[in-house]
């Protein structure tokens, strides 16, 4: 698309699966494919309007409120080539990704995204936000790092983070002013801004190695947990590092090798658990790893307060957060 092309897409349904499917196309097309559902009772309306600004994309988007979730497996999905940075202008949204705290942002908020993390989000009311979407190789070359941590850095206490929001108003409103070469240099003030904001928190390149490492583990994990050899020995093989070094990258975090790979079954576990058509217990316990189902009834006790067979007594299927290794 070249600069300043401008593009639009408007989106007004009655409550109902076309609704979520329509705007979840127009969400791939301009931030990151999401799984996504709308509330039920009440009309969906949604707005995006995309700019082009050198190799950036310039989008504002506006909709009544929606939930999205991204996991590991929509890595390939439209959007892996991207990173953003939003800015939440009006409304309420609660984001959720591996390995971070739970957020909600308000008015005001910065956040941002890369297209190769899991996410999950919940817009609560009616939102506007802005986001600055640019290719992911130009930001991972500006700042290396951070396609190395395990977790983004959160923007809202940075020192000079209110910059980039002024910067990108003022951006906003000469634009229709500017010409191409306006925009070349708009786009690049624009990551340089980004870099020199964000670059001061990011670890020391030895802790982002370790993140980067913990963050490989977790992914193998999620691919691997009914494989009933997973464990420190094969995690470390399959990573091409030592036993040591793997356990070495989780010191001072909060788990363990063990308790990863545990946690993350259990969480499975329990899914199906709640699912009366899962299987028997002993069947969900051999299903994700576990060799022992008395081992497996101990475990699951001492994570939820619960042994297997109760919670499978309870009869009805209930929502379970996705495991977030």
């Not at 600004?53 to 506006?62: A, P, S, T, Y």
């Not at 939440?88 to 995204?113: I, K």
């Not at 094969?234 to 091409?240: D, G, H, K, V, Y």
Request: glycine content about 8%.
């Amino acid at each position: 698309m070249n600069s300043g092309v401008q593009q639009r897409w408007v989106v007004r349904q009655e409550p109902g699966r076309g609704a979520a499917d329509e705007w979840q196309r127009v969400l791939a097309a301009t931030h990151l494919a999401f799984d996504l559902s709308v509330p039920a009772d009440r009309m969906f309306t949604g707005t995006v309007v995309r700019t082009r600004v050198g190799f950036m994309d310039l989008v504002e988007c506006r909709s009544t409120p929606f939930t999205g979730r991204r996991g590991s497996g929509m890595t390939g999905e439209p959007g892996a080539d991207r990173f953003g940075i939003q800015i939440l202008c009006r409304g309420t949204e609660h984001v959720r990704s591996p390995g971070s705290e739970p957020v909600v942002l308000s008015a005001g908020a910065l956040q941002l995204w890369d297209g190769m993390r899991p996410v999950r989000l919940d817009v609560m009311t009616p939102f506007v936000k802005r986001t600055l979407v640019f290719p992911r190789e130009r930001v991972v070359n500006a700042c290396p790092r951070l396609a190395e941590v395990e977790s983004l850095p959160a923007l809202g206490g940075l020192p000079s983070a209110g910059m980039l929001t002024r910067y990108v108003g003022a951006m906003v409103a000469e634009l229709s002013e500017m010409d191409d070469r306006m925009r070349e240099t708009a786009c690049d003030i624009a990551l340089e801004l980004i870099r020199s904001i964000v670059e001061p928190s990011l670890p020391d390149a030895r802790a982002a190695r370790r993140d980067a490492l913990r963050a490989r583990a977790r992914r193998y994990v999620r691919a691997h947990l009914a494989d009933p050899r997973l464990g420190p020995e094969t995690i470390a093989r399959a990573l091409s590092v030592s036993r040591r070094t793997l356990h070495n990258a989780f010191q001072g975090s909060d788990s363990t090798v063990a308790s990863l790979v545990r946690t993350a079954r259990l969480a499975r576990s329990k899914e199906d658990l709640a699912d009366p058509g899962g299987g028997s217990v002993t069947e969900i316990a051999y299903r994700w790893g576990f060799a022992d189902a008395t081992h497996f009834s101990q475990a699951f006790k001492r994570e939820y307060g619960m042994t297997p067979r109760e919670v499978r007594a309870l009869g009805t299927r209930k929502p379970c957060a996705e495991p977030m290794v």
